[in-house]
């Protein structure tokens, strides 16, 4: 079955550093790869995804970067800011026909002003 | 707009007690998905339905069942509660297909004592 890892298990930034987050995957029929965060007595929400057929993707401050043939893929945040700071998972799913996701350990991620 | 609901948000359960976790959402997604919440281990899925009447076995299902009756509900039943069942419980939905987004609830902080 598919198995990912994630790392760091913690980092820690100033405030307009960028921060990154890795992960691998050991699926190679996985094709969907979703990043969530989540806050402090909150549930995990999505904050980008990336499908299989795309190297890169972009939105505002973060980006994530997909290798398939490397199987990992890596959360890019730039100019972090202080309201940042929580903790991120990786997934990528089961390749089942229906939405099945395996998720990394987390990275909880603190932006010191 | 509600999302999803999970109830309670946090329950004390003594050992070789049955407690149902309970679980609504207003979104007529037909997966939902429950997952424990455990530090160092990220999200593990324990079951899973793709559509009402129609449930499955995840990543750690023992100890645990689950019915789908319809389409909104989706209850995680512990028939004897042992300590190793402390956790935080999250329940998730998604729209069909195999690359939506899952939307997860509040999660039920659960203490097996």
């Known amino acids: 079955g598919e198995n990912v890892e994630q790392h760091p298990s913690t980092l820690s930034v100033q405030e307009g550093d960028s921060a990154v987050i890795k992960c691998t995957y050991s699926d190679s029929a996985s094709n969907y790869f979703p990043w969530y965060k989540q806050e402090l007595g909150k549930g995990p929400q999505l904050i980008i995804d990336i499908r299989s057929n795309v190297g890169e993707k972009k939105d505002q401050r973060i980006a994530v970067t997909l290798n398939k043939t490397a199987k990992h893929f890596s959360l890019h945040i730039t100019e972090t800011q202080p309201e940042d700071s929580a903790v991120y998972f990786c997934a990528a799913n089961l390749n089942t026909g229906f939405q099945k996701l395996v998720f990394g350990t987390g990275t909880r991620l603190l932006v010191s002003p | 707009i509600a999302g999803i609901t999970q109830a309670p948000t946090s329950q004390i359960l003594a050992a070789g007690r049955r407690m149902t976790l309970r679980c609504t959402q207003d979104m007529r997604h037909n997966a939902m998905y429950w997952y424990r919440q455990d530090l160092g281990l990220g999200l593990r899925l324990i079951h899973y339905?793709?559509?009402?009447?129609?449930?499955g076995k995840g990543e750690v299902p023992d100890g645990y069942s689950v019915s789908r009756a319809n389409t909104d509900d989706f209850p995680l039943t512990l028939a004897s509660a042992v300590p190793s069942q402390t956790s935080v419980y999250f329940c998730?939905?998604?729209?069909?297909?195999?690359?939506?987004?899952?939307?997860f609830g509040q999660g039920t902080r659960l203490t097996v004592v």
């Open positions: 998730a939905s998604s729209a069909a297909g195999t690359h939506t987004e899952a939307f």
């Open positions: 339905s793709n559509t009402a009447g129609t449930t």
